[in-house]
């Protein structure tokens, strides 16, 4: 049994529904991000765990202990740590009082509440600051007490809201790695919430792309970005071209799929679910920019290889983006710096097949 | 710096220091002189803090300051957290009642429960009649009236503040400390107050000082003991014997010099513990309850007995207002218009006059406070934050203070006080910070980048205030011109020093019918008259400024 199951889910904010009948397991030590647009309901179902919210319908079951069906838990009864998108660390309390706020309501010696406290400051690297108000300090360090805060009760799960939006670019980068190995290093039952595709790659097991209300796709983070279920996945995580269609033939061995667009009659490409099998079918051949390979002169032959016009350039430091025109269809390809490419300029792109997926439309 | 500036900002200058710091100044120097002798020393101040009299009225003030402050503290928390957390029907109606006291007079509120309260008032008699009680008990003379009676004039102000903080403070504090595993109290006390205290010492320390200015209510409940009513009697009763007259002004200046330390205190603590703008990124509008059926219940019962207190005020006014003979009975049996047609053909002036002389410190409030605001806000003129900060303090000064100082400065020296136009003067002085506070406001709200587009494509700077600022600033310049008139209205302590034969106001002939011969159905009438013309007002600034709250009191603790 899964350590956090949420069952048939359903949160509503007047006739508006954040939430709509969501499954979802989260398994022991696992670090389960949930990732979508604003307005997605992972912030919602993020809050409906911790009992900030009252769903309408589902149940939350925690460690095998429904909090919704037989009575509503409310949050301060459900053993959790969290972690609020503006920190929340209260301003009228010095750091100490901040961190131990929690395990003072708990029948704890002093004497163990200073020991855990130490040890914790030390965990997140406060030492020195016990004493400072929340006023006194940096973002970052603030952000450090909130974490303080929520691991020091040892929780059986940690909830994080967006903790590093509020971070600049180059400290949330390093708080991503310190926040996986520490959550991961004490073995907690994580769910994390962001919009941010590039932080939940890095730090998630999981993760749980959300689209208006719905679960759209559970996965690794390698599943996700190789095997997107929908042309909102992919183009969510990563950037992708999608290059309308309609299949025109199916190789059912080996996954092929052949595609007739604007500029090929017979675009080869992969299909990586059981839903697009039938000719006729109206689908997007889909490939990443960095999966498009260019060449200056005409290569070998080989399968999707066309001559197409630079419409657009951008030098972005390590490599070259561009659009490509071919036959009036701009594919985006992201090219290495080396290839001295203007714009007007002919060259020739090669649709990898095995990296050409298609996409329901 | 543009001349322009400089020149406007000499000019306000001027204003404030012929009609503040002149009469102040004076106020404090004739408060150093010796009476019988040409000299000047310390003997009035040190006799006030040896004389067992004056320190008792000094320690009776502090008393009653405390008492007002805990007593509307208990009640308006409570209030507070329903009006701000509490998702219930009905809430804006209820916030409007409740709110009501800060717009009506004092004084008003003071002739209601004698009416309803005293000796042989409507309640002593109801409850002799039923059998209840055998002699009328003393529900509002004394002490406890007192506290009774200000409290629930000062409650608005405790409300409005812990309000406002309670609807500002980011939901993740209190979510957070829930999370954390603080239930319900505890988590009130320990996070939710804490981080309401900025917003409500603001409103704190002007209930605080409120007894420090309010001379009328003690006498009238015939409590004299007290530091203003004790001034208002030395100065207006013995102006011919000098040494009272002289203790009298010590007394004002006592009072001032406590109400303004304290409010600078409160100012400056707040903006140490400014809480704001710690937490970033947050959309919530703060938290919102749906309380339990019991709760709900609770809460609909305390708005109801909150409410029907502010209510007798205008209802027990009102059946005074239209009947005579009103004595021993516990309603009134013969209904006239008597009151009325006494008012308007006796002594037709007093109407005349309030909107006259308020109507003339509105026009000197708007020509001084738009200048002002701009001045403030929108420059670098030297000296601006010292304009900021005089104008600002004249929220604490005691309106007796400045009555007692125009008095002493502008019959000699600048003899101003031989014009009517000393009333309209000092009513502006008085609410100078009114005005202004609002048009600060709004100004603030006005993005300056509107204002410079307007100057880049050619348009010069007093153009430009009148094509684009002005009527973006219109709607709360309007809302500010009728609260300073409202307030102008009813204002008592300041003109009651100045009027002469023929200037009287409303206000000051509600005090006059009262004093003289206790013509409490005349008194009454006129105060409820003025309780119409307020709401009068208030209606036209619900309609310029959208909801009757929201336009009342500015935003703050406004009912969804």
Same mark, same amino acid.
Request: glycine share 8%; charged share 15%; proline share 5%.
């Given at each position: 049994?899964?350590?956090?199951?949420?069952?048939?889910?359903?949160?509503?904010?007047?006739?508006?529904t954040?939430v709509?009948?969501?499954?979802?397991?989260? !398994?022991?030590?696992?670090?389960?991000?949930?990732?979508?647009?604003?307005?997605?309901?992972?912030?919602?179902?993020?809050?409906?765990?911790?009992?900030?919210?009252?769903?309408?319908?589902?149940?939350?079951?925690i460690?095998?202990?429904p909090? $919704?069906?037989?009575?509503?838990?409310?949050?301060?009864?459900?053993?959790?740590?969290?972690?609020?998108?503006?920190?929340?660390?209260?301003?009228h309390?010095?750091?100490?009082?901040?961190?131990?706020?929690g395990?003072?309501?708990?029948?704890?010696?002093?004497?163990?509440?200073?020991?855990?406290?130490?040890?914790?400051?030390?965990?997140v690297?406060l030492?020195?600051?016990? !004493?400072?108000?929340?006023?006194?300090?940096s973002?970052?360090?603030?952000?450090?007490?909130?974490?303080?805060?929520?691991?020091?009760?040892n929780?059986?799960?940690?909830l994080?809201?967006?903790?590093?939006?509020?971070l600049?670019?180059k400290?949330?980068?390093?708080?991503?790695?310190?926040?996986?190995?520490?959550?991961?290093?004490?073995?907690?039952?994580?769910?994390?919430?962001?919009?941010?595709?590039?932080?939940?790659?890095? $730090?998630?097991?999981?993760?749980?792309?959300?689209?208006?209300?719905?679960?759209?796709?559970?996965?690794?983070?390698?599943?996700?970005?190789?095997?997107?279920?929908?042309?909102?996945?992919?183009?969510? $995580?990563?950037?992708?071209?999608?290059?309308?269609?309609?299949?025109v033939?199916?190789?059912?061995?080996?996954?092929?799929?052949?595609?007739?667009t604007?500029?090929?009659e017979?675009l080869?490409?992969?299909?990586?679910?059981?839903d697009?099998?039938?000719p006729g079918?109206?689908?997007?051949?889909?490939?990443?920019?960095?999966?498009?390979?260019?060449?200056?002169?005409?290569?070998?032959?080989g399968d999707?290889l066309?001559?197409?016009?630079?419409?657009?350039?951008?030098?972005?430091?390590?490599f070259?983006?561009?659009?490509?025109?071919?036959?009036?269809?701009?594919?985006?390809?992201q090219?290495?710096?080396?290839?001295?490419?203007?714009e007007?300029?002919?060259?020739?792109?090669?649709?990898?097949?095995?990296?050409?997926?298609?996409?329901?439309? | 710096?543009?001349?322009?500036?400089?020149?406007?900002?000499?000019?306000?200058?001027?204003?404030?220091?012929?009609?503040?710091?002149?009469?102040?100044?004076?106020l404090?120097?004739?408060s150093?002189?010796?009476?019988?002798?040409?000299?000047?020393?310390?003997?009035?101040?040190l006799?006030?803090?040896?004389?067992t009299?004056?320190?008792?009225?000094f320690?009776?003030?502090?008393?009653?300051?405390?008492?007002?402050?805990?007593?509307?503290?208990?009640?308006?928390?409570?209030?507070a957290?329903?009006?701000?957390?509490?998702?219930?029907?009905?809430?804006?109606?209820?916030?409007?009642?409740?709110?009501?006291? @800060?717009?009506?007079?004092a004084?008003?509120g003071?002739?209601?429960?004698?009416?309803?309260f005293?000796k042989?008032?409507?309640?002593?008699?109801?409850?002799?009649?039923?059998g209840?009680?055998?002699?009328?008990?003393?529900?509002?003379?004394?002490f406890?009236?007192?506290v009774f009676?200000?409290?629930?004039h000062?409650?608005?102000?405790?409300?409005?503040?812990?309000?406002?903080?309670?609807?500002s403070?980011?939901?993740s504090?209190e979510?957070?400390?829930?999370?954390?595993?603080?239930s319900?109290?505890?988590?009130?006390?320990?996070?939710?107050?804490?981080?309401?205290?900025?917003?409500?010492?603001?409103?704190?320390?002007?209930?605080?000082?409120?007894p420090?200015t309010?001379?009328?209510?003690?006498? @009238?409940?015939?409590?004299?003991?007290?530091?203003?009513s004790?001034?208002?009697?030395?100065?207006?009763?013995?102006?011919?014997?000098?040494?009272?007259?002289?203790?009298?002004?010590?007394?004002?200046?006592?009072?001032?010099?406590?109400c303004?330390?304290?409010?600078?205190?409160?100012?400056?603590?707040?903006?140490?513990?400014?809480?704001?703008?710690?937490?970033?990124?947050?959309?919530?509008?703060?938290r919102?309850?749906?309380?339990?059926?019991?709760?709900?219940?609770?809460s609909?019962?305390?708005?109801?007995?909150?409410?029907?207190?502010?209510?007798?005020?205008?209802?027990?006014?009102?059946?005074?207002?239209f009947?005579?003979?009103?004595?021993?009975?516990?309603?009134?049996?013969y209904?006239?218009?008597?009151?009325?047609?006494?008012i308007?053909?006796?002594?037709?002036?007093?109407?005349?006059?309030?909107?006259?002389?308020?109507?003339?410190?509105?026009?000197?409030?708007?020509?001084?406070g738009?200048?002002?605001?701009?001045?403030?806000?929108r420059?670098?003129?030297?000296?601006?934050?010292?304009?900021?900060?005089?104008?600002?303090?004249?929220?604490?000064?005691?309106?007796?203070? @400045?009555?007692?100082?125009y008095?002493?400065?502008?019959?000699?020296?600048?003899?101003?006080?031989?014009?009517?136009?000393?009333?309209?003067?000092?009513?502006?002085?008085?609410?100078?910070?009114?005005?202004?506070?609002?048009?600060?406001?709004?100004?603030?709200?006005?993005?300056?980048?509107?204002?410079?587009?307007?100057?880049?494509?050619g348009?010069?700077?007093?153009?430009?205030f009148?094509?684009?600022?002005?009527?973006l600033l219109?709607?709360?310049?309007?809302?500010?011109?009728?609260?300073?008139?409202?307030?102008?209205?009813q204002?008592?302590?300041?003109?009651?020093?100045?009027?002469?034969?023929?200037?009287?106001?409303?206000?000051i002939? @509600?005090?006059?019918?009262?004093?003289?011969?206790?013509?409490?159905?005349i008194?009454?009438?006129?105060?409820?008259?003025?309780?119409?013309?307020?709401?009068?007002?208030?209606?036209?600034?619900?309609?310029?400024?959208?909801?009757?709250?929201?336009?009342?009191?500015?935003?703050?603790?406004?009912?969804?």
């Amino acid at each position: 049994m899964a350590f956090i199951e949420i069952r048939n889910l359903v949160k509503r904010y007047n006739k508006v529904t954040a939430v709509n009948r969501i499954q979802l397991d989260v !398994e022991k030590g696992e670090l389960l991000t949930l990732l979508g647009p604003s307005g997605c309901g992972k912030t919602t179902t993020l809050r409906c765990i911790a009992g900030l919210e009252k769903p309408e319908e589902g149940d939350v079951i925690i460690d095998g202990k429904p909090m $919704i069906s037989e009575g509503f838990v409310p949050p301060s009864k459900r053993g959790i740590g969290m972690m609020f998108q503006n920190y929340a660390v209260w301003p009228h309390m010095k750091v100490y009082s901040n961190i131990v706020y929690g395990l003072k309501l708990q029948k704890i010696s002093r004497q163990s509440i200073k020991e855990k406290a130490k040890d914790v400051v030390e965990l997140v690297g406060l030492q020195g600051l016990e !004493e400072r108000y929340p006023g006194q300090l940096s973002g970052g360090q603030q952000q450090r007490v909130a974490l303080a805060r929520a691991l020091i009760r040892n929780p059986k799960v940690l909830l994080l809201d967006e903790p590093l939006s509020n971070l600049d670019a180059k400290l949330r980068e390093k708080m991503r790695f310190e926040i996986k190995s520490l959550v991961k290093r004490m073995g907690i039952t994580s769910v994390y919430v962001t919009h941010d595709q590039a932080e939940a790659m890095v $730090i998630s097991d999981r993760i749980v792309v959300m689209e208006k209300g719905n679960i759209v796709q559970i996965g690794s983070p390698h599943e996700i970005y190789d095997k997107p279920a929908s042309r909102f996945v992919a183009d969510f $995580i990563g950037a992708m071209n999608f290059i309308p269609g309609e299949v025109v033939g199916v190789n059912s061995g080996t996954n092929e799929v052949y595609v007739r667009t604007e500029f090929s009659e017979k675009l080869l490409c992969r299909s990586i679910g059981s839903d697009v099998t039938t000719p006729g079918q109206k689908v997007y051949a889909s490939i990443r920019p960095e999966d498009v390979e260019v060449f200056a002169e005409p290569p070998q032959a080989g399968d999707n290889l066309f001559k197409g016009v630079i419409a657009n350039k951008a030098y972005l430091g390590n490599f070259l983006f561009l659009f490509v025109n071919i036959n009036d269809t701009l594919i985006r390809v992201q090219a290495p710096h080396q290839l001295p490419q203007e714009e007007g300029q002919e060259l020739y792109l090669s649709l990898n097949p095995e990296k050409c997926i298609v996409l329901p439309e | 710096m543009s001349r322009g500036n400089k020149l406007l900002s000499s000019l306000l200058w001027f204003v404030i220091a012929l009609l503040v710091i002149y009469p102040l100044s004076i106020l404090i120097i004739e408060s150093f002189k010796v009476s019988g002798t040409d000299g000047s020393g310390i003997q009035n101040y040190l006799e006030f803090f040896q004389d067992t009299y004056y320190l008792k009225t000094f320690w009776n003030t502090i008393v009653l300051s405390t008492m007002v402050l805990l007593v509307s503290t208990l009640f308006g928390i409570p209030l507070a957290y329903i009006l701000a957390r509490y998702r219930q029907r009905g809430k804006t109606i209820f916030t409007a009642l409740i709110l009501l006291p @800060i717009v009506l007079p004092a004084y008003a509120g003071v002739f209601a429960f004698i009416i309803f309260f005293g000796k042989y008032g409507t309640m002593n008699l109801l409850l002799m009649n039923a059998g209840l009680i055998e002699k009328p008990l003393n529900f509002i003379y004394g002490f406890h009236g007192l506290v009774f009676i200000e409290s629930l004039h000062m409650l608005p102000f405790i409300v409005l503040s812990l309000a406002a903080g309670l609807t500002s403070i980011d939901p993740s504090f209190e979510e957070a400390a829930e999370v954390e595993g603080a239930s319900g109290f505890w988590r009130f006390i320990t996070i939710t107050l804490p981080l309401c205290t900025p917003t409500y010492l603001a409103g704190a320390v002007m209930v605080f000082l409120w007894p420090f200015t309010d001379w009328l209510t003690p006498l @009238i409940l015939g409590q004299v003991d007290f530091l203003p009513s004790v001034a208002y009697i030395n100065i207006a009763y013995h102006f011919t014997d000098t040494h009272r007259k002289y203790m009298g002004i010590v007394a004002v200046v006592v009072s001032s010099i406590v109400c303004i330390t304290l409010f600078l205190f409160a100012r400056w603590w707040v903006e140490k513990r400014k809480y704001t703008g710690l937490s970033k990124g947050t959309t919530a509008e703060g938290r919102v309850i749906e309380p339990g059926p019991f709760l709900k219940i609770s809460s609909y019962l305390y708005m109801f007995f909150i409410a029907a207190l502010v209510l007798l005020i205008p209802i027990v006014l009102g059946l005074s207002a239209f009947s005579r003979r009103w004595v021993f009975e516990p309603f009134p049996t013969y209904w006239t218009l008597d009151n009325f047609r006494v008012i308007l053909t006796e002594s037709p002036g007093l109407i005349s006059n309030s909107f006259l002389f308020s109507g003339i410190a509105l026009i000197f409030g708007v020509v001084f406070g738009l200048p002002a605001a701009y001045i403030i806000v929108r420059t670098r003129v030297p000296g601006k934050d010292a304009l900021d900060f005089i104008i600002t303090l004249m929220l604490a000064f005691p309106g007796i203070a @400045i009555g007692v100082s125009y008095l002493l400065a502008f019959w000699q020296g600048i003899p101003l006080a031989t014009h009517w136009i000393i009333m309209p003067l000092a009513l502006f002085a008085r609410r100078l910070p009114y005005f202004l506070r609002i048009a600060h406001a709004s100004y603030l709200q006005l993005d300056v980048s509107l204002e410079e587009a307007s100057e880049v494509s050619g348009v010069g700077k007093f153009m430009t205030f009148i094509n684009i600022s002005l009527p973006l600033l219109m709607k709360g310049v309007l809302v500010g011109v009728v609260m300073f008139f409202i307030m102008a209205f009813q204002e008592i302590s300041t003109a009651i020093f100045l009027y002469r034969g023929g200037w009287e106001t409303l206000p000051i002939g @509600i005090y006059l019918n009262w004093h003289r011969g206790m013509e409490f159905g005349i008194s009454a009438a006129m105060a409820f008259l003025m309780i119409v013309i307020t709401f009068i007002l208030l209606l036209i600034i619900a309609r310029i400024g959208g909801g009757i709250l929201k336009a009342a009191w500015g935003g703050p603790g406004e009912g969804k």
